[in-house]
Antibody, heavy 123, light 106 residues
């Protein structure tokens, strides 16, 4: 049974750095074809993909946010960490981590999601 | 980046109705598109991947079709638990989602 859970601060101040941790179980991030991604959703708005890290440590980022994002994994702890620098009020959103599975070379979709964590950016 | 445009944005329907949602891509995707359902306060749930493959455990009243730049999600007979927001997602990096289609009770 695959589960994922996001953890981190619920409130950050503008200009601060956000660090979110995704702790998962039921799969290994060493397994070929597997990845963990981050997706966010501002209140009342659509989903936005942020970043993904794959079993082989390949990392991909949203082009519009690439300069602010870093994704890393700790396979032994079953954790993936996302950091986002220079937070602003427009970054207020629910942040989800999700398990991704490959259906073809370079093509993945998200089949299991965490419950999400709401991060508010305010002074 | 590849842009996805869903239509309609809002849809009002009754239980038992056949519902179709369209997703148009700004570039060809082959069949690399997924559909998700999201209920208020919950994480999205995948329904369809590779344009037409039903995710395990998803009721067969959901179906997907299309390739290239035009895709559809069809619910053959809308059930009370299907009132939700639906998103398409293209599977070519960098991944993008459509803006969503909210299915409401008529």
């Amino acid at each position: 049974q695959i589960t994922l859970k996001e953890s981190g601060p619920t409130l950050v101040k503008p200009t601060q750095t956000l660090t979110l941790t995704c702790t998962f179980s039921g799969f290994s991030l060493s397994t070929s074809g597997v990845g963990v991604g981050w997706i966010r959703q501002p209140p009342g708005k659509a989903l936005e993909w942020l970043a993904v890290i794959y079993w082989d440590d390949d990392k991909r980022y949203s082009p519009s946010l690439k300069s602010r994002l870093t994704i890393t994994k700790d396979t032994s702890k079953n954790q993936v960490v996302l950091t986002m620098t220079n937070m602003d009020s427009v970054d207020t959103a629910t942040y989800y981590c999700a398990h991704s599975i490959r259906i073809a070379v370079g093509r993945h979709y998200f089949d299991y999601w965490g419950q999400g964590t709401l991060v508010t950016v305010s002074s | 980046d590849i842009q996805l445009t869903q239509s309609p944005t809002f849809l009002s329907a009754s239980v038992g109705d056949r519902v179709t949602i369209t997703c148009r891509a700004s570039q060809g995707l082959s069949s690399y598109l997924a559909w998700y359902q999201q209920k208020p306060g919950k994480a999205p749930k995948v329904l369809i991947y590779a344009a037409s493959t039903l995710q395990s455990g998803v009721p067969p009243r959901f179906s997907g079709s299309g390739s290239g730049t035009e895709f559809t999600l069809t619910i053959s007979s809308l059930q009370p638990e299907d009132f939700a927001t639906y998103y398409c997602q293209q599977l070519n990096s960098p991944w993008t989602f459509g803006q969503g289609t909210k299915v409401e009770i008529k």
